[in-house]
């Protein structure tokens, strides 16, 4: 059983389009995040949310909207895509309290190309 | 604002050799640090954090608050030890968030 999973793995589309990447963990954490990982393998954190609840939103541009229907679930839409967008795609959740509380489970990410 | 710094992006070692990469760190409060590992197409998973205090795959990093360091240290290197590590801080002042270091790469030369 997968803990955090996200779909699709591999997303190649074309600059303008619209695409979704979608989150799921089974951990029963708390809070849920978006990461982005660049060509340069740095990480830089986009969104967080706790409990349904957006609680970080770093400088990104508005084309990207994450979605939360639970707190099992956090996805993450783009619009208009730009060759910048190119990257990969990091869910990740925490628990708040007890002894694992403050670690991040990552998804295997979702490779992003913008042709 | 918070901030980890890993000078290296690259650091190679010949197996056997002992391994150190660096982390420092600023941040106004008390930290809470990680070192998070990606193994060549494989998730970010977490490697050790400071509170724990333990060995991982023969790894450790002690919290030098004085310094505000966070080194990664290994006495003798493995071939598979290579990978790309991540330092990273948890924000424990309001709001939940992790800072990460811009990453070392690890290179174990057989």
């Known amino acids: 059983d997968t803990a955090v999973s996200q779909t699709p793995k591999y997303l190649v589309t074309q600059m303008g389009n619209d695409k979704s990447i979608k989150c799921e963990q089974n951990?029963?954490?708390?809070?849920m995040y978006w990461y982005k990982q660049d060509s340069k393998k740095f990480l830089k954190i986009m969104f967080s949310y706790n409990n349904k609840e957006l609680i970080i939103n770093e400088t990104v541009p508005n084309r990207f909207s994450p979605k939360s229907p639970d707190k099992a679930h956090l996805n993450l839409h783009i619009n208009s895509l730009e060759l910048g967008d190119s990257a990969v795609y990091f869910c990740?959740?925490?628990?708040?309290?007890?002894?694992?509380?403050?670690?991040?489970?990552f998804g295997a990410g979702s490779r992003l190309t913008v042709l | 604002a918070q901030r980890v710094t890993q000078p290296e992006k690259l650091l190679s070692v010949f197996k056997g050799a002992p391994v150190e990469l660096k982390c420092n760190y600023s941040y106004s409060g008390s930290p809470e640090l990680f070192w998070y590992v990606q193994y060549s197409r494989q998730r970010l998973q977490l490697l050790l954090r400071h509170i724990s205090r333990e060995s991982i795959k023969g790894f450790t990093a002690d919290l030098n608050k004085g310094e505000t360091s966070f080194h990664l240290k290994k006495p003798f290197a493995q071939e598979e030890d290579s990978a790309m590590y991540y330092c990273a801080l948890w924000n424990s002042g309001g709001y939940q968030k992790v800072t990460f270091g811009t990453g070392t790469k690890l290179q174990v030369i057989p």
């Open positions: 951990l029963g954490h708390d809070t």
């Open positions: 990740a959740s925490s628990q708040d309290e007890g002894s694992g509380a403050n670690v991040l489970t």
